[in-house]
């Protein structure tokens, strides 16, 4: 068995979390990540079109797919409000056709010509006709601070900007990923080897401690599992989903079926997804949702992802983690 073979795994991983009594989960289900969960790109139509004009091959292969927060002035808008035309304040010999589900139709209706329009979708890029496309997924208007495209956000306004949050890197540098800057102190961020929170390389962010008043305990863990360092046996090291079956029945017990799903998201990653409860026996109530993302590293690891709650109360943050986590 794959799981006797490896050596211990975050043995203490969910132990620093038994310090409250009585508790209960989020009513509704929390997936920390998956396919459709979409992170938007802030750009503006000038950025676009300018693209398309100056190099179309480059520009197609940077924005076809992609989401993003459009922002652009009005052509026309459809009788039906089925389409809007939407091009660039300075560059305006392309337009961007933007498609509005029946639920939209009404709001697009009510843009004029020369107005301005922010709208959440998915581009795309004719394959023939090298037309524009975006399938709008929600009408806003543009928040203030959305002033660059440096900018991203989920569908409810949500927004993050990444040159102000702070890079992590594991595995000499072949996983890296990106924390908002207020989780970056010795309060919240622990290593897990050099805290003895487990065997692996990576770390604990105790987000509960982002606030004083908040004592209900809520973490997340970004993890490397290193196949070269930590099994007994090398050959093991193509048994990805016995190593996280063994990874997560080492913190919750015998798990059964393995995994609860397998995904791939909007933008490319693939991983292993498995959610379950840890229960610590000395503790009253009903324990701890947790939730696994395994993503490997080819045959030289695995990024072990674990979030950990009663209350996802920042949830947001770790969709934003997950959405810009790279295994290089």
């Known amino acids: 068995m794959i799981r006797k073979r490896m050596t211990a795994i975050l043995m203490t991983l969910c132990i620093c979390l038994s310090f409250v009594g009585a508790g209960w989960f989020d009513g509704a289900k929390v997936v920390v990540d998956t396919k459709n969960n979409k992170v938007y790109r802030y750009r503006t139509a000038d950025e676009i079109v300018s693209g398309f004009i100056l190099n179309s091959k480059a520009a197609k292969t940077k924005y076809n797919g992609q989401p993003v927060l459009l922002y652009g002035t009005v052509v026309s808008v459809g009788k039906d409000g089925k389409n809007i035309e939407v091009t660039g304040f300075n560059f305006t010999s392309r337009t961007i056709e933007c498609i509005c589900d029946k639920s939209l139709r009404s709001i697009a209706k009510t843009y004029q010509r020369g107005t301005k329009v922010a709208l959440y979708g998915s581009m795309e890029v004719g394959l023939i006709t090298g037309d524009l496309y975006l399938t709008v997924d929600k009408i806003t208007a543009l928040p203030e601070t ?17 040159k102000n949050s702070t890079g992590v890197t594991l595995h000499n540098g072949a996983v890296e990923y990106y924390i908002p800057s207020t989780w970056d102190n010795d309060k919240i961020r622990h290593s897990v080897k050099d805290e003895n929170l487990g065997t ?33 046996f090398a050959g093991d090291s193509d ?10 029945e080492n913190i919750l017990g015998n798990v059964g079926i393995f995994p609860t799903k397998k995904t791939t998201t909007y933008y490319g990653a693939e991983y292993n997804y498995y959610d379950g409860v840890y229960k610590n026996p000395l503790e009253a109530g ?22 950990v709650y009663r209350e996802a109360k920042h949830l947001k943050d770790v969709l934003f983690l997950t959405r810009f986590l790279e295994v290089n």
Do not use: H, W
Not at 286 to 307: K, M, N, T
């Open 146 to 162: 959305a002033l660059s495209s440096d900018m991203y956000y989920l569908i409810d306004g949500t927004e993050y900007n990444k």
């Open 239 to 248: 048994e990805t989903k016995l190593i996280e079956k063994a990874i997560v």
């Open 286 to 307: 009903e324990g701890y949702r947790c939730e696994f993302i395994f993503q490997a590293d080819g045959e030289d690891g695995i990024v072990v992802v674990l979030y």
């Open 200 to 232: 692996m390389e990576g770390y604990q962010y105790v987000l509960n401690k982002l606030s004083p008043t908040d004592p209900i305990p809520e973490s997340l863990f970004v993890c490397y599992f290193d196949n070269n360092a930590q099994l007994a």
